[in-house]
C-alpha cells in the first residue's frame, strides 16, 4: 500500500535555505506534490514534479527525486519568515477510479529571526 | 478569480443532526474530492468524483455521503453525524483525474 513520511518538524534561521524530506514507497506514482499549509488555510500548491523527472527548479524552490530510493525533497532559499508553515508531500497514483492522492502527515517549518 | 469555496468554514452541532458542507468551484473541473485532515494523520480522502453523476469511495467513506448533479459543486453530507467526525473537512478540484488538485480553506466540524 502507499505510505508517505516526513519528519514533523524543521526549525530554520531566516536567510538560511530550508531543507524538507519526504519519503514514499509506492514506485507507481505519476506526480510528486509539495502543499504548504498556512494557519487557519487551506493547502496551497507549492509545486510538483513528474515521476520521470530528478529535479525541478521555481525561483526559490528546488525539488529534487531520487526514484531508487523514492525520496522527495524540498529546498526552499533564504527563507523567509512569511515561508512559516505546514508542509505537506503527497504523492499521486492513477488509478482506475482517477488521481489518489496519498498525503504524508505534514512538516512544521519554523522560521526564527 | 478561480477558487474553491466550502461552507460553512466553522460548524460546532450535536450529535445525529444532519449537516451538509457544500464545495463549489469555477474553474470548470471535472475531477472533485473530499478530505478529512486530523492531527498525526495527515490528509485522508473520504470520497471523489471524476465527473457529473459519477463518485466513489475514498481511504474513509463511512459515515459520510457525496453528490454531483451539477459540475461546479460537490456536497459533503453526514446523515447521522457522529464525535468521531470531528475533524477539519477540505474540499479539491482538478481539471482532471491526473491534473494537481486545487483546495478550499477548509470546514471545521466539531460533533457534540
Known amino acids: 500500500g502507499e505510505d508517505v513520511e516526513q519528519s514533523l518538524f524543521l526549525s530554520v534561521r531566516e536567510g538560511d535555505s530550508s531543507v524538507i524530506n519526504c519519503t514514499y514507497t509506492?514506485?507507481?506514482?505519476?506526480?510528486l506534490y509539495w502543499y504548504k499549509q498556512e494557519p487557519g488555510a487551506g493547502l496551497q500548491l507549492l509545486t510538483y514534479?513528474?515521476?520521470?523527472?530528478d529535479m525541478k527548479q521555481d525561483q526559490r524552490l528546488t525539488v529534487l527525486l531520487n526514484k531508487k530510493d523514492k525520496h522527495l525533497s524540498l529546498r526552499i532559499a533564504d527563507t523567509q519568515t512569511g515561508d512559516s508553515a505546514i508542509y505537506f508531500c503527497?504523492?499521486?497514483?492513477?488509478?482506475?477510479?482517477?488521481?489518489?492522492?496519498?498525503f504524508g502527515t505534514g512538516t512544521q517549518l519554523k522560521v526564527e529571526l | 478569480e478561480a477558487q474553491v469555496t466550502q461552507n460553512p468554514r466553522y460548524l460546532i452541532t450535536v450529535t445525529g443532526k444532519k449537516l451538509t458542507v457544500t464545495c463549489s468551484q469555477n474553474m470548470n473541473h471535472e475531477y472533485m474530492s473530499w478530505y478529512r485532515q486530523d492531527p498525526g494523520l495527515g490528509l485522508r480522502q473520504i470520497y471523489y468524483?471524476?465527473?457529473?453523476?459519477?463518485?466513489d469511495k475514498g481511504d474513509v467513506p463511512e459515515g459520510y455521503k457525496v453528490s454531483r448533479k451539477e459540475k461546479r459543486n460537490f456536497p459533503l453530507i453526514l446523515e447521522s453525524p457522529s464525535p468521531n467526525q470531528t475533524s477539519l473537512y477540505f474540499c479539491?478540484?482538478?481539471?482532471?483525474?491526473?491534473?494537481?488538485?486545487?483546495f478550499g480553506d477548509g470546514t471545521r466540524l466539531s460533533i457534540l
Open positions: 503527497a504523492e499521486s497514483i492513477l488509478t482506475g477510479g482517477g488521481n489518489k492522492l496519498t
Open positions: 479539491a478540484s482538478s481539471l482532471g483525474a491526473d491534473q494537481p488538485q486545487h
Open positions: 468524483s471524476m465527473n457529473v453523476e459519477v463518485t
Open positions: 514534479i513528474f515521476s520521470n523527472m
Open positions: 509506492d514506485s507507481s506514482s505519476t506526480y
